[in-house]
C-alpha cells in the first residue's frame, strides 16, 4: 500500500542512515512529493551545521525538477535556504512533505524550517513526532497561520525512536555501546569489521564527548581510539580499570585536548551528554546499568573465539548493511 | 535519487520476501508507477498457483485507482486476468511497470504477462534480469512488438541474485541450511524463534521436497518436521546419522505420504529438487558441500549455551525483521 506509512517508512529509513551523528541535533527524515504523488527527494539531517532534513529535501527536490548547476554548488544552509526563497518561482506548490520531526521554529544555525516550508508554498506537511524541544517549538502552529495543511503522529512510535537519542542527551545523557561481532557472537578474533563500518564508528567517535573503554583492551590493544579514518576530533576517555598503573607510551594518552580518565566506576559521565562505550563480554556485563541502546556491527563470518556470553535482551530498532558488515541499533 | 535504481530496489525487496516460498516458480517483483511517476503498486509473486507478480501489481494499482470490489475479490490468477483485460479503460495507458525478471511468454497456470501487459497498454516495461528458461522466454520480443518501450539489465546483479534459487532447482536443486541462533551465536537454548519466524519455516517446509536432519537432533527433540502452523504439507526426511537405529514412535515417523530415509551420506538428494536443512554446528559442518545458501533467524537475545563454531564465510542477501528476530539471507 502507498499510503502516508509508505512514504513515512521511507523518510525514516533515510535518518536512521544518521543516527549518532547529527549530535547535538535529531536525526531527521524528510520525503517531498509533488502534486501528482511522484516522489521528488528522500533526505535527512546528516551533521550538525548543515541543512536540516527539509532543506536538504527542498534542495534535492528543487534540482529534480530544473537543472540548476548553481544551486547544486551551494552547501552553506543560510545560503540554500536564500536561494530557495528567491528561486523557488512557486516549484512547490501543491508538493506535499513527510518529515520525521515537527519543523523547528527558531533561527539557529539556520532559519527557520517552518518559514521555509511556509514560504515555498507546499500544500501539506505531515509530520511524525511533535517537538517538544522549548528551543525550536512552534513550527505546526506557524504553518498552520499560514494556510499549510498540517497532520502529525504518523507512524508516531517509529518517529519517537528514532528521537530517542535526541531527547536523552538533551534531557542528561544518551550512552551507547558498540560492539563488532562475527556471526557466532566472537569478538577477540582481530579486526572484524569492513572499512565501511569503521569510518562509521570513527565518525560516532568524532561525535561523541567520552569513550568508556575497559583497562584490558587498553593494555592488550594499545589503541589511540581517535577519529582519523574520518579526520575528526578525539573524544575524551574514561579507562574502566580497578588497576590505576598504565603505560603512558600508549597512544590514546597522547592525543592533543584531550582528558583521560581512569576509574573503577562511571561517575565522570555526569559531566557528559554523549557517550559511548566499546568493549566485549566483560564491557557488557559492566555498563548495562548506564547503557541506552547498543549498536552492533556483526561481520558474516563464524569464527573461533570467545563468544559474548552475558545475557541481555534486546529491541532491534533499525538494521542496514556496512559492505558485508550487518549495522544494527538495539534499545532494550 | 529517485531513479529506476530506487524503483527496481523497491520490487526488489518485496519480491525478498517471499523467497523460498514460490517454488517451483521463481521469486519476482514489479511495480508499478504512473504517467507522473507516482507509486500505483509494489508487489511480488507470492506462491505457485498465485498471480504473478506484474498480475498482482496490475490489480493493486486497478484498485489504488478505481474502487472495484468485483476485482477485489477476484483470487484466480486467471479471471484477474480476464477482469483486467476487459476493464482496464487505458487506466494503464502511459503507466510503466519495473519488473525483476523478464516476463513470462506462456500460457502456465495463467496467461502470459507479456500479454497482460502488452493489451494494458503500458509505455514502458523496465527489467531487472532477462528469462532464459526456455518455456518463458519471448516476453522482451512480445512487448516489443507490440510496441512497447523495454529496457532491461536495470540492477541486473541484485535481480539474478534474486532468482539464484530458481535457476538452481531448475538445474537440479537448491540446498538451503535454516539456522536459529541467538545473537551471540548459541544454538541450544529452547525456542529461540518468534512465532512469524516459525510460521515462515513451517511455509518453507511445506514447499521444500526433503528436509534434512542429524540424527541427535531427532534423538533428544523427537519432532514431527511437519508444516502445521502454515497447515501445510510435511516433506520427506533425510536424517543424516552414522547410527541407523531409532525409535520409530518418534512423531516424524508417523506423518502420511512421507518417506524417512537414514543415512550417513547425502546421495539421496539426487533424488530431490529443493532441500532444506535444519540444525546446528555439527550439521553445518557436515553440510557445507551440498549447501547453496544459508538462512539465519536471529534472536536478539544474548543466553548462554552451545556457540556456532564451524568457520564460514558468508555474503549477506537480504534480511528483513520477523517480530522482533532478523531474518537473513546468506549465500556463500
Known sequence: MVNDSFYMNLALQEAWKYQGLTYPNPAVGALIIDKNGK????????????????????????????????LQNITNPSQI?????????????????????????????????????S?????????????????AIGGINRLKQNGINVRYNILKEKCDSLLYPFKQWKKDRFVFFKIAVNLNGTYDTGTISSLDSRKYVHALRDKTDLLIIGGNTVRSDRPILDSRLVGGKAPDILIY???????????????????????????????????????GDNMLEATKEITNWYLFFIAPVIKKGNSLNSPISFTPLYSTMLENDMMQWFGT
Not at 39 to 65: D, F, Q, V
Request: net charge neutral; proline share 5%; glycine share 4%.
Open 119 to 135: 514560504t515555498l508554498g507546499f500544500d501539506e506537511v505531515i509530520i511524525g513526532s511533535r517537538e517538544d524541544n522549548p528551543e
Open 39 to 70: 516522489i521528488l527527494s528522500i533526505s535527512a539531517h546528516k551533521k550538525h551545521g548543515t541543512p536540516h532534513a527539509e532543506l536538504n529535501a527542498a534542495k534535492e527536490a528543487y534540482l529534480a525538477l530544473k537543472n540548476d548547476t548553481v
Open 81 to 117: 535556504h536564500s536561494y530557495l526563497l528567491k528561486n523557488h518561482n512557486n516549484l512547490f506548490k501543491n508538493c506535499k512533505i513527510y518529515v520525521t520531526l515537527e519543523p523547528c521554529n527558531h533561527f539557529g544555525s539556520t532559519p527557520p524550517c517552518s518559514l521555509l516550508l
Open 241 to 279: 580499570s580497578k588497576q590505576k598503573e598504565f603505560d603512558k607510551s600508549i597512544p590514546l594518552f597522547n592525543v592533543k585536548n584531550r582528558k583521560v580518565f581512569i576509574s573503577d566506576n562511571f561517575e565522570i559521565i555526569r559531566d557528559y551528554n554523549y557517550i559511548m562505550i566499546e568493549g
